[in-house]
């Protein structure tokens, strides 16, 4: 393997583990927001699993090859999953870009932003940041 290849199977590693941190953090976070009945609390939650699916995104993106430099903002990873869909018959089967899409839409956006959403939906939203993890996990 070379050096470049190294480091970048060394930073998708890094990068999983790091979704799975913030994942867990988030699921804690919003336990404790409904147990308090805390608005931010729960919008924090939103925003940890939200990044969890950052991360997650970030090293399939690197173990399928793109350099960690042109990844680095939400547009660079959103336009590369995308591309990445048409040429990638796993990622599409998996229908990662339209997952990655609605985590934005629904965790970052929506509740964190908008601090519109109710306690099911969100439950439910992290759920779905778990399985995109679990599928970017099994292909990278």
Do not use: P
């Not at 409904?34 to 699916?53: L, P, S, Y």
């Not at 959103?78 to 048409?86: F, G, K, V, Y």
């Not at 509740?111 to 939906?121: K, L, Q, S, V, W």
Request: include cysteine; glycine fraction near 4%; charged fraction near 40%.
């Amino acid at each position: 393997m070379t050096g470049e290849r190294h480091d970048r199977w060394k930073a998708k590693d890094k990068f999983l583990d790091e979704a799975w941190k913030f994942l867990n953090a988030a699921l804690a976070e919003f336990e404790k927001g409904v147990k308090e009945g805390r608005d931010e609390t729960i919008r924090d939650a939103g925003e940890k699993a939200w990044n969890a699916t950052i991360q997650a995104t970030t090293a399939l993106l690197l173990a399928k090859g793109f350099n960690e430099e042109d990844i680095k903002t939400y547009r660079q990873k959103r336009m590369t999953l995308e591309e990445l869909s048409t040429k990638d018959y796993q990622v599409r089967q998996m229908d990662l870009r339209d997952k990655f899409m609605a985590r934005e839409y629904t965790l970052h956006i929506r509740c964190f932003y908008d601090g519109e959403y109710t306690i099911e939906a969100i439950r439910e939203e992290l759920e779905k940041a778990k399985q995109y993890i679990d599928n970017v996990a099994k292909m990278v």
